[in-house]
């Protein structure tokens, strides 16, 4: 359930507040007792620690906001604050709060407002008695003489977006197979009003894209491959902006089958083509005048008697012949064909996202992004600018010409791994292979699924790259 968030004139008195105040002289004009004020008084020498304050009638909460720290900094400390918070209101069972924006800065309230939005996430589809582990939270009223009914709109639909996103991630192969997850980005598109065309597997067979019919030969379900459109008549860009989205709906690794627990969280394979779905939901749903394209190439990886095997060679999509050296190495496979198909629309730039290595996620652990590129103008730079605007932060690895080197291959143009070191790089060279546009890759594997509960980002999936795009996006225009 979406939490609901509207403006008030109204400090009503018998709700729960949360002031946001830069010190306590922020504070002198509200309704404190002498006591109380005292108390917050003292509790102003620690910044980093929210007031509470239980009076007999209602709760209040002091947010303070320290403003000595570069300007992501402090909205991201505010997201977090506002996700510590929300544990409390949880057990305080409040079903409605105020908060009283007193930094006379619209974007610190804002922040704020979406640590709470994101905190407020539940994925309980599958519980049998649900009531009992519901948030009590249904509605914020901000106190604000800054935010806008806008910036509160763009906020809710954004998570809104990123809703949808984590539902997906977070549903099993069980039920969001291949076919499903098919249905729910054209379902979702009719929601939103973004075209989407789904090839099925005669089309993709005619189409020869045949990375995607490899990794699919151990699966009893028929691949597909996903094309959303977005291209409003009045769009700033004529080429189109390309999300391509690795879409594996369940790694079980192949015949190269994942030892242990590392196929504990493959349900969140997909992660990438679920946060091309959600970016093109809040782009459409807010009717942000950008041209873009998603290519979404789906399928499960399983060890059926005739699934491909190491020592396949593959002719791809672009005609290029691939050595197969391991089965788990399939995300390239299937993006190397939707990156090959994104040369047709002549694109201004093409970003894909995928959970494509455990290299990656050992590199920088789920704190960041791993990426590589070849922009040769300040593109990238943009994204990594959004990037810590949203705290989706960016870490560029290097994607030297020597690391192709470890993916020649004796019998065919390139082979599908390097070697023992550099996997997150070698993979990124590998997907390069196949692209001559500006292109951008964006390794999710560390942050895209959690095992542990971490702030407002929550347990399981996180809708990585949603925010991280959509901030991209708004700043084209």
Do not use: C
């Amino acid at each position: 359930m979406n939490i609901k968030i509207s403006k008030t004139t109204d400090i009503q008195v018998d709700l729960p507040v949360i002031y946001l105040a830069k010190d306590e002289n922020d504070l002198k004009d509200f309704s404190f007792l002498p006591s109380e004020f005292e108390y917050i008084k003292k509790q102003a020498s620690d910044k980093k620690k929210t007031v509470k304050i239980n009076s007999y009638y209602k709760w209040s909460y002091i947010q303070w906001i320290d403003t000595e720290i570069e300007e992501n900094k402090i909205k991201e400390k505010l997201r977090r604050a506002a996700g510590s918070l929300y544990d409390i209101l949880k057990e305080n069972k409040h079903e409605e709060i105020v908060i009283v924006d007193l930094s006379k800065n619209a974007e610190y309230a804002i922040a704020y407002l979406e640590g709470i939005a994101l905190s407020h996430y539940q994925f309980l589809k599958y519980f049998t008695k649900d009531d009992e582990k519901k948030n009590h939270l249904k509605e914020i009223f901000i106190h604000s003489p800054n935010v806008r009914n806008d910036q509160i709109e763009e906020l809710l639909l954004l998570n809104e977006s990123i809703t949808y996103t984590k539902d997906l991630v977070n549903e099993p192969v069980s039920f969001l197979n291949t076919e499903q997850f098919s249905q729910e980005i054209v379902e979702l598109g009719s929601k939103a009003g973004f075209e989407v065309e789904v090839f099925n597997k005669k089309k993709i067979e005619s189409l020869k894209l045949n990375g995607l019919l490899a990794v699919n030969k151990g699966s009893i379900d028929p691949p597909a491959f996903s094309v959303l459109t977005w291209k409003p008549e009045n769009a700033v860009n004529k080429k189109p902006y390309i999300l391509v989205g690795k879409g594996v709906v369940y790694d079980t690794g192949g015949v190269n089958i994942k030892p242990g627990s590392y196929m504990d969280t493959m349900k969140s394979d997909m992660a990438g083509a679920a946060a091309v779905v959600g970016t093109f939901h809040a782009i459409a749903k807010s009717k942000t005048p950008i041209y873009i394209i998603g290519l979404i190439p789906i399928t499960d990886n399983r060890p059926n008697a005739n699934a491909y095997v190491p020592d396949d060679i593959i002719t791809m999509h672009s005609g290029a012949t691939v050595e197969v050296k391991n089965t788990d190495a399939e995300g390239r496979l299937i993006l190397a064909d939707a990156l090959s198909f994104a040369q047709k629309y002549n694109p201004e730039l093409v970003i894909d996202l995928a959970t494509l290595t455990g290299s990656a996620a050992a590199a920088i652990g789920d704190l960041g992004i791993v990426a590589m590129n070849n922009i040769k103008d300040n593109k990238f730079k943009q994204l990594q600018e959004a990037g810590e605007r949203v705290y989706e932060r960016i870490v560029e690895f290097p994607i030297w010409d020597e690391y192709e080197d470890m993916l020649k291959s004796e019998i065919a143009d390139i082979k599908n791994l390097g070697g023992s070191v550099a996997g997150a790089i070698t993979a990124a060279k590998f997907l390069e292979h196949f692209t001559n546009y500006p292109w951008i890759h964006l390794d999710i594997a560390g942050p895209a699924f959690l095992t542990k509960n971490d702030n407002y980002r929550g347990i399981g999936a996180t809708a990585t790259g949603v925010r991280l795009l959509f901030d991209f996006f708004k700043n084209q225009l």
